[in-house]
């Protein structure tokens, strides 16, 4: 099974780089084939059309 690629986007990142490692780690003890990676809210045009589920921080309504 291919993985699916779950993108996380933020502002600051702090919590975001927290929720990532949580996630990475059920994924890991599911054994459930995703990559999750995090990204600046800058970054969204470009590396969001490549993933398969986006998450936006909610400090990015703010912006």
Known sequence: MEKK???????AGMS???L???MRAQA??????VIIEAYPETLAG???PEADV????PQIAYM
């Open 28 to 33: 890991e003890k599911y054994e459930v084939p």
């Open 20 to 22: 990532v490692s949580k």
């Open 16 to 18: 975001t780089s927290l």
């Open 5 to 11: 690629h779950i993108y996380l986007f933020c502002s």
């Open 54 to 57: 986006v998450l936006l921080g």
């Open 46 to 48: 470009e590396k969001g």
